[in-house]
């Protein structure tokens, strides 16, 4: 699927088997750019919480520097906007 910044693709460990989401970048936008590292750097931070998805990989394209891989544990829940309206709402403690 495509979204505002990115498309993302399903893609499988070579060796495990493990679905992936591989999230594809244009970051030749200053802002985009800016977005994705703050993006990266927060799940490098949070890993191991069982709340948020994995970070595998992220990486720069080989034949176009433009490009950015992020590669994700891949939820098969579609959009956030989806699983929203699929997920009550969890009330706020007082």
């Known amino acids: 699927g495509s979204g505002a910044s990115a498309s993302v693709y ?3 460990h070579t060796t495990t088997g493990t679905p992936l989401a591989i999230k594809v970048l244009n970051v030749a936008d200053r802002g985009k750019r800016a977005q994705m590292i703050n993006d990266v750097r927060t799940l490098m ?3 191991g919480c069982t709340h948020l998805i994995s970070l595998y990989s992220a990486f720069v394209a080989r034949d176009d520097p433009s490009l950015v891989l992020v590669v994700l544990e891949f939820m098969d829940f579609g959009s956030l906007g989806k699983l929203r309206k699929m ?3 969890v009330p ?3």
């Open 10 to 12: 399903r893609g499988t």
């Open 45 to 47: 931070q949070v890993q």
């Open 87 to 89: 997920v009550p709402a």
């Open 92 to 94: 706020k403690e007082p």
